[in-house]
């Protein structure tokens, strides 16, 4: 109970601390000018509104029509798969739908928290595993906004984290069950599945390589990663319930310029790209360093199954051509911190996030106001 409480905490006092100035309506904070909207800034953050107008209407086309007036095709919210938006709707009715997005986002912070210290737990001695998990309570930046905002992130990290942790413990069907769930969250979870053949087919050929041919097995056993197949049948069940909804299986496939995988790789650095824009983007570099050098770390500590999910993630972001880029990245983003877990914990480190925390607070708030949807009447959204 005191791990549960300590989770709770660590993950709802950094995104009530963000919130606070938006809920007091300041003009300002540290001199970045802020909305004075209220909680209506958070709650218009993106994606958010557009998961409300999936979990209010389900995908009914006619329904959006009376939702919103946003400029974009019905045929778009196809691209928030549903899970996300199914859980605000339960909550609805306690909470109203606003604010049981909100919840939902809060419920899924403190679940992928609570599984990230499980994860580094294998990793960190004891009086280490606190700090670690604070630190990713905190850090990257992206993704204590993501925590603390309307978006499926939290609830897709989560379900990775629990998956790589169960599919670890040799506890497949677990694995197989957050692996389906992440997979009804967001579309890249594919790729968790995709990581797990790679080190499947590794590991037993590896197995093979060893044996002498004459003592080779007929069975290898696989049936026991069989659970795994819940992932692409959970997006087989997405498919399926866009059919009844939509009339369209491939409705995410037609719901239009959401898929921002582009080839060659390093798309990213045409700033005339849609969601592009800018040529401001030295900082993308470090993001390919740190990812490629965990990689490297993760194989180097022989931590294959992370090692795949991280090296197959990885190599899908460097077609991605999206100015958010942290966002996509931040599935990985936990892995990460097993691969550098030998230098998070030293001193140096230690003062130097120190230096940070405050820029990570004010960046959290200067994005947050700057990136809400402009919504003149709440009124069907609530």
Known sequence: MKKIIVVCALSLIPTFLVWTPFALKLPSFWNIPLPTKGMATIVANYDGPLYLVVSKSLYNKEIIKGLTNFPLSTEYYAAHLPLYPLLIRTFSYLLGYPYAMLFVTLLSSILAIFFF??????????RNILW??????????RWLIVRSVGSAEPLFTASIIASIYYFQQKKYLKAGIWGALAQMTKSPAILLFISYLGFIIFKEVRKLALKEIGKVKTSTNLFRYFPIILIPLALLGVFTFYKIQTGDFLAYFHSGDNIHLFFPPFQIFNY??????????????????????GLIKLIQKKEWVMAWFTGVFFASTLFVAHRDLMRYFLPVVPFLYVAFSDLITKKEFKIAFLVIIIPIYLFSLAFISQNAMPIANWGPLL
């Open 117 to 126: 210290q499980k994860l580094i737990s294998r990793y960190l001695s004891n």
């Open 272 to 293: 005339a790209a849609p969601w592009v824009g800018t040529f401001w983007l030295e900082e993308i570099t470090f993001i390919y360093l740190i990812g490629a050098l």
């Open 132 to 141: 670690a998990t604070a630190l990713f309570s905190l850090f990257p930046a």
